[in-house]
């Protein structure tokens, strides 16, 4: 079964600092969707970015990026000119491309990012 | 253009009894997955709904159950609520030919039972 793991609970930033979140997953498949979800207080999930296991290019959008490293299993997501928006809880999340629309998303335990003023 | 809408947002409930809680799709979306989140911890998914019919299912036992209706709304009831029931359930729509690109998820109906 894959799993999904991300091992700090709780991360501070400045900001306008740069902020890594780390997750790594288990999985024995080969092609595979990661994400990082945003879970403010108002509790609603909003996407952050997506990565294509099969792309080798390290997914970006605006000030987020991930640093997508296969072979280990690792997924991190690195937040740059941090703002006082950006503080929520982050989940990393796995989706197994085979079997299409059927498949679920797994998601770690989260990381609660704060961001100092 | 509404996103994923649910109601209740909160509900508290007495152990034994039964609940239903509801979500509207985004719209032009066709696919609802339904998913628990206990204090503390990432969502854990319950079942998906496509086409009015259960397509897959999580680790959730048979109290568990659920509806999709013909404008792709979709309903969770669980019965016999025992209190590790209490949890935020959120929905998320999704386009069945799409589903890898994008789950939208709704705001989560919080639910206590005491």
């Known amino acids: 079964a894959q799993t999904v793991t991300q091992s700090q609970p709780e991360m501070s930033v400045q900001e306008a600092e740069t902020v890594t979140l780390s997750c790594t997953y288990d999985?024995?498949?080969?092609?595979?969707?990661l994400f990082w979800y945003k879970q403010p207080p108002s509790r609603q999930m909003i996407l952050v970015i997506r990565?294509?296991?099969?792309?080798?290019q390290n997914a970006t959008e605006n000030r987020f990026s991930v640093n997508f490293q296969k072979a280990a299993k690792s997924f991190s997501l690195k937040i740059s000119d941090s703002q006082l928006g950006d503080a929520a809880m982050y989940f990393c999340?796995?989706?197994?491309?085979?079997?299409?629309?059927?498949?679920?998303?797994?998601f770690g335990t989260g990381t609660l990012l704060a961001v100092q003023p | 253009d509404a996103g994923v809408t649910q109601s209740p947002t909160h509900l508290i409930k007495t152990r034994g009894q039964q609940v239903t809680l509801r979500c509207s799709p985004k719209?032009?979306?066709?696919?609802v997955s339904w998913y628990q989140q206990a204090l503390g911890q990432g969502p854990q998914f319950i079942f998906q709904y496509y086409e009015e019919e259960e397509r897959q299912r999580g680790n959730f036992p048979d109290r568990f159950s659920g509806h999709q209706f013909p404008n792709y709304s979709s309903e969770l009831n669980v019965n016999a609520l025992l209190l590790g029931d209490s949890a935020l359930y959120l929905c998320?729509?999704?386009?069945?030919?799409?589903?890898?690109?994008?789950?939208?998820f709704g705001p989560g109906t919080r639910l206590t039972v005491t």
């Open positions: 990565q294509e296991a099969y792309k080798q």
């Open positions: 998320a729509s999704s386009r069945w030919d799409r589903d890898a690109y994008e789950q939208y």
């Open positions: 999340a796995y989706r197994r491309e085979y079997g299409g629309a059927t498949n679920k998303l797994i």
């Open positions: 999985t024995s498949e080969s092609d595979y969707y």
């Open positions: 719209s032009g979306h066709d696919t």
